[in-house]
């Protein structure tokens, strides 16, 4: 099944009813098989479903989806791309390219986190949830025709979690084996204290195939066209140009009740741009045909061009209902001018969102606060008495502000250059030992505190400049530092920066994915999402009751604790956010009338509408 990044697998979480539960049970309580999967056990669908409800199961097949990239993860690149392994850290791969990749269960975009059968039909569970033993389809088949066979489940896991990229490494540490007890059962152990949504991560990574991997180096950065399994193929490309994914005629699993009424367009092409302005009058001359707008200032000011306004060029706003998740300028902490927490809080004294919002995006957004931003899963006012109880045992552990309201950004008089939060951050610096001199800011052993933004395109100038400009009103040595996209992604996964931007965003059930966040360990291994170097044991010890919550009601207080601790380490200058997905494209496509609840549900559910292209031209 074809997905804009398997991101969304790896960090999913729950929704359902019964059987599918993950989390270990009492003895005396019996193995149980089911169809689908789930955090606590909620599952919407039965085990005789036959489709999704936000498909269309009637949906044509042809046509050609053009757009460019706006997620990617593991070592893809959205600018170019130098090799087709995706699933190590050498390299630059293209967007997407997991989804090439069939794994053993597949989620619907309308709850949290719950799987059900694609290459595995069905799961049997041991009574203590550490073992399971997924039962494949006959039909399921890689690309040149073998079958996928539970021993390409088990090396794939193993190899993914022995040598795979330093996420799937923190993500399968806690699987213990994996082994083909039949040629179609494979059996997957895990170890005690496992986190709840292991299972899931598991159902959900990708299927490789242990022969043609016998001849070839797994960990090798190479351009030779990779085996995969899913709805679509690799097609032709040129790298820093485009790709295209090919569907697969007659494919396996189209008509599983996972897949039926998506993966509907014949091409699904990614189209490279190194500049945002460039993409934009590319999609105006139609050279892609969807594209999802990020910069405000384009959406209120520049679709007024005549495609739109004659109705050729569809324009829409999406809710989102996923949890609008932590954007903002990380500070790499591994770095000792930034190690004192009040260094880190003057920083961000220094962003004026009120005057950014208004003067560079239009007021179309809201600044963001928490690291579950837009969730129920957010901090909010004095802690519960359950969160209390909680972080308790950490008092003096943790700064005292975590028992009160967590920290939020102060709004600034709008003025662009704050005078009373700029003498807010002078008074910190002052007290993290800084001393100025000259007009410029010295550090506590003397040298000049120098910050450099770190990007690889120039989107975020306009935010940026303004920011810099009031850290050199208090002494700082800022510039921005902007580098190609090969250069950066180099950087960031040797964590070469002072400060980047970046946008995270957790499930609604978050679970292993903390750990790849914001766990100690994370942030010592190369190319992690810990791009801070956030290394707090409260915070560990915090990850790991969240990963054995018992109900989703225990997790949303762990979670809230988690908020209140990240928030008062001032570990990034966060961002903004809205509720809504803002797209447009050309009037070429049919979509179901009802999106998925928890995606914007192009391309997947999309289909090439033939009377609207021969309409268009």
């Known amino acids: ?67 460019s990239p706006s997620s990617w993860g593991f070592n893809q690149n959205p600018n170019t791309f130098n090799t087709m392994n995706t699933f190590v850290l050498r390299g630059d791969a293209p967007p997407q390219l997991d989804g090439i990749y069939a794994s053993l269960m597949a989620g619907g975009g309308d709850e949290p986190d719950s799987l059900y059968g694609l290459a595995a039909e069905r799961v049997r569970i041991s009574a203590d949830g550490l ?59 895990f170890a005690e204290g496992r986190a709840r949504d292991l299972p899931l991560t598991v159902a959900g990574m990708p299927i490789l195939s242990k022969a043609y991997y016998a001849t070839r180096d797994f960990e090798a950065s190479t351009m030779e066209l990779p085996l995969g399994s899913s709805a679509y193929k690799v097609g032709r490309f040129e790298p820093g140009r485009f790709i295209e994914y090919e569907r697969v005629k007659d494919w396996w699993g189209e008509k599983l009740p996972v897949s039926v009424g998506q993966n509907n367009f014949d091409i699904v092409r990614l189209e ?39 109705g050729r060029v569809v324009r829409k706003e999406l809710p989102d209902e996923t949890p609008s998740g932590a954007q903002g300028w990380f500070i790499n902490t591994r770095r000792p001018k930034f190690a004192d927490r009040r260094v880190r809080e003057a920083l961000g004294l220094a962003f004026d969102f009120e005057w950014t919002n208004k003067n560079v995006m239009f007021d179309a957004y809201k600044r963001t606060h928490s ?53 807010r951050a002078t008074a910190l610096l002052r007290e993290a030992g800084c001393t100025l001199r000259d007009n410029k800011l010295l550090d506590p052993q003397g040298q000049p505190l120098t910050v450099e933004f770190l990007d690889f395109e120039n989107s975020l100038e306009r935010h940026t400049q303004p920011f810099v400009a009031n850290l050199r009103r208090l002494g700082i040595e800022a510039g921005i530092r902007r580098v190609d996209s090969a250069q950066y992604q180099s950087r960031l996964k040797d964590y070469d920066f002072d400060m980047t931007v970046r946008r995270y965003s957790l499930s609604l059930t ?50 809230k604790a988690i908020d209140r601790v990240l928030r008062a380490g001032r570990y990034w200058v966060p961002n903004w956010y809205k509720g809504s997905h803002t797209i447009a494209f050309w009037d070429l496509f049919g979509f179901p009338e009802t999106k998925p609840r928890y995606s914007r549900g192009a391309p997947a559910t999309w289909w090439y509408d033939q009377a609207k292209a021969a309409k268009l031209g």
């Open 272 to 310: 490279f741009f190194r500049d945002r302005d460039v993409a934009f009058e590319a999609f105006k001359s139609r050279a892609y045909t969807f594209r999802e707008e990020f910069t405000a200032r384009v959406w209120a000011t520049q679709y007024d061009f005549p495609a739109v306004r004659d």
């Open 371 to 423: 690291f579950f931003q837009n969730s129920p899963l957010m901090a909010s006012g004095p802690p519960s008495p359950e969160e209390l109880a909680l972080l308790e045992p950490f008092r003096g552990k943790v700064a005292e502000e975590v028992f009160g309201t967590p920290y939020s950004p102060p709004a600034s008089d709008g003025s662009g250059q704050d005078r009373n939060l700029l003498r």
């Open 1 to 67: 099944m074809f997905r804009p990044s398997r991101r969304s697998v790896l960090t999913l979480a729950a929704a359902g009813a019964g059987a599918g539960l993950l989390g270990p049970r009492a003895s005396g309580q019996a193995e149980r098989e089911t169809h689908g999967i789930s955090s606590f056990g909620d599952l919407k669908y039965g085990p005789d479903f036959k489709h999704f409800d936000f498909v269309n199961p009637g949906a044509p097949k042809g046509g050609t989806f053009i757009h």
């Open 510 to 559: 978050p679970g292993e994915g903390m750990r790849s966040f914001f766990g100690s360990a994370s942030g010592r291994e190369p190319g992690s999402n810990n791009l801070a170097g956030i290394a707090d044991p409260v915070l560990d010890a915090l990850i790991e009751k969240a990963l054995v919550a018992s109900s989703r009601a225990e997790l949303t207080v762990i979670c």
């Open 131 to 189: 073992t399971y033993r997924f039962r494949l389809r006959d039909i399921a088949r890689f690309h040149d025709g073998s079958p996928i066979t539970a021993a390409d489940v088990a090396w794939s896991l193993t190899t993914l979690k022995e040598k795979g990229h330093p996420i799937l490494r923190v993500l399968l540490r806690d699987v213990a084996g994996a082994e083909a007890e039949e040629e179609r059962l494979v059996k997957v152990t």
